[in-house]
């Protein structure tokens, strides 16, 4: 065993689990404290810090942080960690004030942005602050990528989406829709920027090249084509026997599309035991309640036609031997299986394309056809272009592309001020006391042996009446209080944890402990600039202003059982208590 080395940051990783499992290391503990406070803006404006999109990752965040959650070594299920962050977002004010201020007098430098996803929204959120002028070219009508093709509107509504882009497209983003990149080499030569991101993710959907493919491609869809297809309104219905091959979560969201859209049976078709699923446990739990079928073990043979159209699919019967790890050891075909269909739609999983990038011009790709990028930096072998999000190392999560957005904005940065961006600087930590009693006492610190909360869900009887009904209705204030105070078991032993590397209007740091000031617009108040190491506290919210709150979040709680609270029931109630 390794000595316990409290010097290195690493040793408090495992201390805060949770905060280091998040690629963008939000600060869990701090908001999920701030919310049992009741202080809603606050825990906003501690995860907009890092994950930038609170009110979307509160929705759909694939949700790293929640296996390494400690609740989770004394029972099976985490702290609602996901869900809590949308609490914050559905009950916060607003916080237009308090987003960063944008520079008048920029800085000279001009920095293009290749599509409108959370990953080049990100660089944007966090270089407009330091008086850069970024431009971001978008192929479509309108920003937010997959976010907005292809993650359904019954999971995660478009006014969620419009809010939380409008934050970072109303510092003043040149955003260009309709603009589609056709070439890097007129881009670089003719565009006047200093650096360009490339956010163009992961835009190729796998085929399925098998028999009767070609002859029956009418009833055969791409899967992240056909939901963005469904997203622009130019599909709006699909057969009544709906096959979906693949059980990732592109599949979950084809399956669940297709009932919305008039479909009257869908199965979805794994090859592989559920134990090799792809797809989330939570959205797998949500499709099958909603009646969707999923048969395992079923690998596809040919498309079948009848009289030149679709008429189904022809199946292999898989077995498969396990061995004591649970990893496939032998497999072998025993039947065949037809299954009859209507429509046809492959998620097999999405691939990096980048026919507009020229090859001679200095950006290396790799065997895959796939560009060759700095793990730490995201940069290029082109120094002045960088990628990040799923056009870097292929398809991932929101979550990700928003720690690549970060990073690549520092390097981009370091790049346009002619520093190395290999020059970063180490993870820093700052220690807070998270102990009660004397210091900010608001919880009980016994455990609490309470269950996670179950996320209400709009009926099955509803929600299938519209395609953009949302299907999760959020925590009541009643669920909060006891999602919160399962946290208690962690939260006795919870250090805080800062991570510089955040671009910011007043979080420019360099190597050395120096910090940059923004160029300051005419009458604009001085900027702070605030170094992290050792000193992160500066701009966070107060401490020790809680304790009211979470007396009057007890008392909402008392007041009104069994609601299903809104933002101004909440607040009004709020108001009330005795803070
Ligand atoms: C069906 C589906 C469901 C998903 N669900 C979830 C989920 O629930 N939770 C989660 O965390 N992740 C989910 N993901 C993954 C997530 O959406 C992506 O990982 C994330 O959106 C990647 O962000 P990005 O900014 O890198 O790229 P994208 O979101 O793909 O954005 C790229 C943008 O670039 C534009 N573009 C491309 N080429 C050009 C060009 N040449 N010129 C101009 N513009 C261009 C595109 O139009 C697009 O707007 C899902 C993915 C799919 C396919
Ligand atoms: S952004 Fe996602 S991974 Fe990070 S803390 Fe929130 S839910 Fe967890």
Known sequence: ???????????????????????????????????????????????????????????????????????????????????????????????????????????????????AGCASLTVANDLMPLGYEVTIFEQFGEPGGLMRTNIPSFRLPATVLNEEMGMIIDMGVDLRLNTPVKSMRELLSQGGFDAVFVGSGAPKGKE??????????????????????????????????????????????????SLRLGAES???????????????????????????????????????LENGRLAGMRFDQVEYELDAAGQIRAERIVGEEFLAADDVILAIGQENAFPWVERDLGIEFGKWDVPVVDKTTFQSTLPQVFFGGDAAFGPKNIIWAVEHGHQAAISIHRYCQGESVH??????????????????????????????????????????????????????????EQEVQRQALHRMRCL??????????????????????????????????????GGAAADRPGDGEGRGPV????????????????????????????R
């Open 496 to 533: 805080h944890r800062h991570l510089p590397g955040r671009l910011s209007h007043h979080h420019t740091q360099r190597p050395g402990g120096g910090a940059a000031h923004p160029p300051q617009g005419a009458g604009e108040e001085p900027q702070p600039a605030v170094v992290r190491i």
């Open 208 to 257: 399925l090249t098998l028999p009767g493919r070609e002859q029956a491609a009418a009833n055969i869809h791409i899967g992240i084509a056909w939901l963005e297809s469904v997203a622009f309104g130019h599909i709006d219905r699909v057969g009544k026997r709906v096959l979906i091959i693949g059980v990732g979560n592109t599949a979950m969201d084809c399956c669940r599309t």
């Open 266 to 304: 869908v199965k979805v078709m794994a090859r592989k035991p559920r134990g090799f699923f792809k797809a989330s446990e939570w959205e797998l739990e949500d499709a099958e309640e909603e009646s969707v079928q999923i048969i395992v073990n079923r690998s596809p043979r040919e498309f079948v």
């Open 1 to 115: 065993m390794e000595p316990t080395d409290t010097s290195h940051p690493d040793y408090y990783h495992r201390v805060v689990d949770c905060q280091w499992a998040c690629p963008a290391h939000t600060d869990v503990p701090e908001y999920i404290r701030l919310i049992a406070q009741g202080r809603f803006t606050d825990a906003y404006m501690v995860n907009r810090h890092s994950n930038v999109f609170p009110g979307i990752l509160g929705r759909v965040c694939d949700r790293p942080c929640e296996p390494a959650c400690r609740r989770g070594r004394i029972e099976s299920k985490p702290v609602a960690i996901c869900r809590l962050k949308r609490v914050a977002a559905d009950h916060r004010e607003d916080v237009s004030a308090r987003l960063p201020k944008i520079p008048r007098l920029k800085n000279g430098k001009r920095i293009a942005c290749i599509g």
């Open 551 to 578: 007396r009057a979040l007890r008392a909402v709680r008392r007041a009104l059982p069994d609601r299903s609270l809104g933002h101004a029931e909440i607040r009004a109630a709020l108001a009330t208590c005795d």
């Open 423 to 480: 020059e970063r600087l180490p993870p820093g930590m700052n220690l807070q006391s998270r102990k009660m009693g004397m210091h900010e006492w608001s919880y009980a610190n016994d455990y609490t042996p309470v269950e996670r909360r179950l996320m209400p869900h709009v009926s099955l009887k509803e929600r299938f009446k519209k395609l953009n009904i949302e299907v999760e209705l959020g925590f009541t204030a009643e669920q909060v």
